[in-house]
């Protein structure tokens, strides 16, 4: 009877360190969490999206971490062109049994967005999932994916247009000048639902091909949300302009530069735009 009771009593014992080692600590997957931190910007085109990745290694072998694929979606599209991930740490190890925190830079160019999809969304919905690899040391491998979402403002340019050109023919004392004089009336328009400020502008303005004047506008401008102003802007040419000034009644203008937004928002505080406006106007006294 003694004789049966140790053989079963041996017998559950290799009963549970086989059932043990069915499933040791040693094939255990690691876990992990993606983390927004937050958007930086450029322009209002070029954005850059801050993650932390957290892992869990179960394991009792240190493992190296890689990036295996990934997609990010911008308003439910996805971005492809003009984007990079970038694992900040150079060689991203998780140690056996530990954690680690690994710092993301995604970097976008959105003017790769289509157009109607953003349509006037005033904040940007990303989504970026990613399939993260581990090589052990030991000689195994696994793999996790992880998702997450972040939101930032979405910031249009500004609209540049003329809608008046006014030409100082110069009075009888001043009939002996080569310069000549020119008023130009813009109209900006600002489609964002938050108003902005217009801190700086230069210029060169070009008649029916030719370069005529130059200039700069250093005053402050509010533009309010979805409204539109209207200013002006003087030029000096520094050269004489052709004789037939006198007689257009029309030009062919050219009007290229740069200007300097103030938006108020920590995400771009301010950025700076080019502009490159054509088109046929009136010449007016």
Known sequence: MQFFVLLACSFLCFSCKTMKDENPPDLLNPSARLIFERAEAETVEYVTLRFTLEVKNPRKSPAILRIQNWEIRINDQALREGTVLVLETPRPQVDA???????????????????????????????LQIQA????????SAAAQVTSEAFFPRIQEPEFSIISI????????????????????LLIDNPNLFPLELSGLSYSFYG?????????????????????VETYVYLLTNTAVPKQLAALQAVQYRLTGE????????????????????????LKD
């Open 97 to 127: 049994e530990g954690e680690a925190q690994f710092p993301l830079r995604l970097e976008m160019n959105l003017r790769h967005l289509r157009a109607q999809e953003a349509g006037t969304k005033t904040e940007y919905t990303g989504a």
């Open 133 to 140: 690899a581990f090589a052990f040391d030991s000689g195994g």
């Open 166 to 185: 006014a030409v100082g023919r110069g009075g009888p004392e001043e009939k002996s000048s080569p310069q000549a004089k020119f008023r130009l009336g």
């Open 208 to 228: 029916d091909g030719n370069f005529w004047a130059q200039g700069a506008h250093t005053e402050s401008l509010p533009i309010p949300a979805q409204a539109s």
């Open 259 to 282: 200007s300097r937004i103030l938006t108020n928002m920590q995400y771009l505080p301010e950025f700076r735009m080019d502009f490159d406006l054509s088109g046929d106007s009136r």
